[in-house]
């Protein structure tokens, strides 16, 4: 799977949108980027993927540059309860082949500090 | 929907001893689960991969006679961390996926062991 790089910390006021980066330069064809954020001391949340296009569901938004290099995750109203790391990571299609394509490897990820 | 529980939520047991921890999909049935570690401040480590009725794939470096996974039911899996040390203190989080929704991944909220 491709590596994914993210800023270390991200700081939000409350009721911004918060936007928040990641680069997958090695990206290939059938990848997908998923987004997934981490409360702490609880277990991850699934947030979005996407492919190619760009996505929107009731947590957030997903922008895929058209080249696929690197995408955004945008919050659009970022409240204190957002505070939490954000994981971006880039894994094949798990309907490709067997279970090893559910796999999810985890970076570091951006703490996001939402303040009042 | 899309809930999976752990037990216990917290455990503190003496060196030497052994220690079972539980995850289960309360709504679904769950085609894959996975086993997760995580130290203070750091990020998410895969342990193994485990489908029901079959021996657990483990990640290289995790001892599989330490960690011992029991994959019964579609909607149970279980960590024993056998003659556990205080090293083995973490935080550790199961999650699982579902043939219906195989781009999500549902995460447990975690059991902290504390290992004196």
């Known amino acids: 799977d491709a590596k994914t790089t993210q800023p270390p910390s991200m700081d939000c006021a409350e009721g911004r949108a918060a936007n928040l980066p990641c680069n997958h330069s090695t990206i290939s064809g059938n990848e997908y980027v998923y987004w997934y954020r981490q409360i702490h001391s609880q277990g991850p949340q699934y947030i979005i993927h996407g492919l190619k296009n760009n996505e929107t569901n009731e947590m957030a938004s997903l922008i895929i540059t058209e080249d696929r290099k690197s995408s955004t995750l945008i919050l659009p109203h970022a409240t204190l309860r957002d505070t939490a790391v954000y994981y971006c990571i880039v894994r094949d299609d798990p309907l490709n082949s067997g279970g090893s394509n559910y796999k999810l490897t985890f970076g570091k990820g951006t703490l996001l500090t939402v303040n009042p | 929907g899309a809930v999976v529980s752990q037990h216990p939520s917290w455990v503190i047991c003496k060196s030497g001893t052994s220690v079972k921890i539980e995850c289960r999909s309360l709504d679904f049935q769950a085609t894959t689960m996975f086993w997760y570690r995580q130290f203070p401040k750091q990020s998410l480590m895969l342990m193994a991969t485990?489908?029901?009725?079959?021996?657990?794939?483990?990640e290289q470096g995790v001892e599989k006679d330490k960690f011992l996974i029991n994959h019964a039911s579609l909607t149970l899996s279980t960590l024993t961390v056998t003659s556990a040390h205080p090293e083995d203190s973490s935080f550790y989080i199961c999650?699982?996926?579902?043939?219906?929704?195989?781009?999500?991944?549902?995460f447990g909220p975690g059991t902290r062991l504390t290992v004196l």
């Open positions: 999650s699982a996926t579902t043939s219906g929704r195989a781009h999500e991944q549902f």
């Open positions: 485990s489908n029901e009725g079959s021996k657990a794939t483990y």
